[in-house]
Each structure stands twice: as C-alpha cells, then as structure tokens.
C-alpha cells in the first residue's frame, strides 16, 4: 500500500519510513507542506500522514486544500499539541484521526490499517481467499502456516488480495509497491510478481497473467 509521509524532523522521518516499509507499505517522504501539495496532485496514495507543523504550509493549510480538491483519501494527522481544540480543529478540517506525539510505533500502524479497512470497507479482521488469508496486522497465511514475504512482496499480494479474481494492472502494481525515490521501472514488477507466484505453489491461490490488463489473484476449488 502507498504512503505519503509529510514530516520535516529528519530523524523521525527517517525512522518512520524505515518502519514502515518493513511494515509493508511503500513510504514516500516530502519534509514540507508546499512539496506535498505537489505530489498529491500528481501520485496515489492510499494514506497520508501528516504533521501539522511544517514549514511553508502547515498541515491543516494542505489538509484543506486537499479537501477543497475533492481528495478523499485518508489522513492522519501527527501534532506535539495535545489540546482538545488543536484535536477538534484538524479534524473538523477533514482528518480521518489524530496522533499525539510522542507515540508508540504499534499505535501508528494499527490507525494506519484501521484506516484502510474503513476506507475499502474491511471490517472483518481478515481477508480470506482459498487457503490464503492476510490478517488485520498486515501478514499473510497460506493453509495455515505463515508465509514468508518481503516487504515489496507483501505490498504486491496485499494490491492483488483487496481484488480477488479481478484484474490489477502491471502499473498500479508498481505504484503500490515502490517509492518515488527508488530506481526501479514499471517492468520490474514481474520479477517480484513471479517470487510471489512461486511462494504460491502448492495452495489453491494463484497469480494469473491476463495479457494486456495485467495479473489476477484466482483461487482453484
């Protein structure tokens, strides 16, 4: 799943795109309100995590004129402040929830997730397909046993699972998957497409390719 992280304290940045990541989101990070004004008129993202004070544009300022865009996708806004009406403002702004710093790096993840679910309409705490199911933290069983991906794995079959037996393309798949900051191109996907497919071998779920449109998650009764 892509992320856009918006933060301007490097080290908290740094250590929240690395964990995240290993929690299997894609994280793009931008250090001021003006760059993340950009990049969310021209990416996709799934979620945003937005501090509130940054420099050129604050973090209600962009929260506003992302809404005024139309821009529904979820926000969660980080703040030093803990005061009931700094909370009540960012969220009558249009955020989706709000986290106090400093904050346990569990928390995060789980309002993350929680968001996600809200906004595809998730409420169980799994997923299931066939013999494969992706639990509510974010890691995937295969008839039973945990399956064992990595992070860009993980993102891949996650994209696939949210559509069971409906066509991905290649594309959306790379957006889902790698950063603006990696040096990767769209073809790149099939070889983590093919290792996820090969993890695959054995169950009742399978990648198919559907030339021209891309890959679909099929499960064999």
């Not at 992280?5 to 908290?12: I, K, S, W």
Request: charged share 25%; proline share 4%; aromatic share 6%.
């Amino acid at each position: 799943m892509r992320l856009l992280l918006v933060e301007d304290t490097v080290d908290l940045a740094s250590w929240l795109q690395k964990a995240l990541t290993q929690a299997g989101f894609a994280v793009d990070w931008v250090a001021d309100g003006i760059a993340a004004d950009h990049v969310l008129q021209s990416e996709h993202y799934e979620v945003v995590v937005l501090d509130v004070a940054l420099p050129r544009l604050n973090g209600l300022e962009l929260l506003a004129r992302m809404r005024r865009r139309g821009q529904t996708l979820p926000v969660l806004l980080l703040t030093a402040r803990a005061d009931v009406a700094d909370r009540v403002r960012g969220l009558n702004q249009g955020a989706d929830d709000y986290l106090t710093k400093p904050f346990e790096l569990e928390e995060l993840e789980a309002r993350i997730r929680a968001l996600l679910r809200r906004r595809h309409g998730q409420l169980q705490a799994a997923l299931t397909y066939g013999e494969l199911v992706l639990h509510d933290e974010g890691y995937f069983v295969l008839a039973d046993k945990p399956l064992s991906l990595t992070p860009r794995e993980t993102s891949i079959l996650t994209t696939l699972m949210q559509r069971p037996g409906k066509p991905v393309s290649r594309q959306h798949l790379y957006e889902q998957t790698f950063t603006l900051t990696d040096e990767a191109s769209p073809e790149s996907i099939e070889l983590y497409v093919h290792r996820v497919r090969k993890k695959l071998v054995g169950s009742n779920v399978g990648i198919v390719t559907l030339r021209g449109l891309g890959y679909t998650l099929e499960c064999q009764p």
